[in-house]
């Protein structure tokens, strides 16, 4: 017993101290955002006093003088807008390639595959090309892209779901007269929940901190995401605005962490109720 409990507390130490390493730079750029500049140059480990303390004069300034309210409200809007299609659209093509066996519903399935494996740097030059073209430089246009290139992890998730559910229920929805679509939505999407969820965590997650599609993809006269407005904080003559930016991020970074800790516990369920059948 003794050997146990010290093993046990030698654990809660080691991860302690890991957890401090993840969470110490986050702290880190928070009290730094309510330093002057030069104090966050010169000294960025130090916490804020008296002499090195300016309030939130850097939230108000990467909001005034940046327009980081508009950047949010931007992000806010790609980031809802292509996980709600996301959803919708690669829960209903799981679904579809699970159940009608055909060679062109294996064939989508390869294809969502091996779209995870394709690194972006091999697609992103001609993608903008493309984009420019059929005038996707929008939040309204971008949608469709990261709908693209989020389907393969959704469709691979939801397909393993979706083999799990017994088609016995499907059966009998039909039966009592419901048509494939209604099937779906009242019998098939409440069971999905779990999958539902653990998707949406992940996309959400990766298209809010995304810089890279936003930049080649948006007209950046018109629309910028935070994380661009960040990038263009830097002045000229290699000048930045720290203040600012340790303000912006900290605006960045906690919405998306308490989306993570209010939901994370469903990641786990939604990935292994998709692993019950291969």
Not at 84 to 91: G, P, Q
Not at 175 to 188: A, E, H, R, S
Not at 262 to 268: A, E, G, M, P, R
């Amino acid at each position: 017993m003794k050997k146990k409990s010290s093993n046990h507390a030698g654990a809660i130490a080691g991860l302690s101290v890991l957890s401090a390493a993840w969470i110490m730079p986050i702290l880190i750029v928070l009290w730094n955002s309510f330093k002057d500049k030069n104090s966050i140059n010169l000294k960025p480990f130090q916490l804020p006093n008296s002499l090195t303390s300016v309030g939130t004069e850097n939230y108000i300034t990467a909001i005034e003088k940046y327009g980081l309210l508009d950047s949010v409200g931007w992000t806010v809007f790609i980031t809802v807008g292509s996980v709600a299609v996301i959803l919708i659209c690669t829960s209903m093509c799981g679904w579809y390639i699970t159940r009608v066996k055909t060679k062109w519903t294996k064939l989508i399935y390869t294809l969502c595959i091996f779209s995870m494996v394709v690194p972006f740097q091999m697609v992103m030059y001609t993608l903008s090309l493309v984009a420019n073209k059929l005038g996707l430089t929008t939040p309204w246009g971008i949608i469709v892209i990261y709908l693209g290139f989020g389907a393969g992890l959704a469709v691979f998730m939801f397909t393993g779901f979706v083999k799990s559910i017994p088609i016995e229920i499907e059966e009998a929805a039909m039966i009592d007269g419901c048509t494939p679509l209604q099937t779906f939505f009242k019998v098939v999407l409440p069971i999905m929940k779990p999958t539902y969820i653990s998707v949406g965590i992940l996309e959400t997650m990766w298209i809010w901190n995304d810089f890279l599609l936003p930049y080649l993809v948006l007209d950046l006269k018109k629309y910028k995401t935070i994380s661009i407005i960040i990038q263009y904080m830097k002045g000229s003559y290699g000048s930045v605005d720290m203040g600012a930016i340790m303000a912006s991020l900290i605006m960045a970074v906690i919405p998306v962490i308490i989306f993570y800790l209010s939901l994370q516990k469903y990641i786990i369920k939604g990935v292994a109720a998709g692993a019950v059948k291969g």
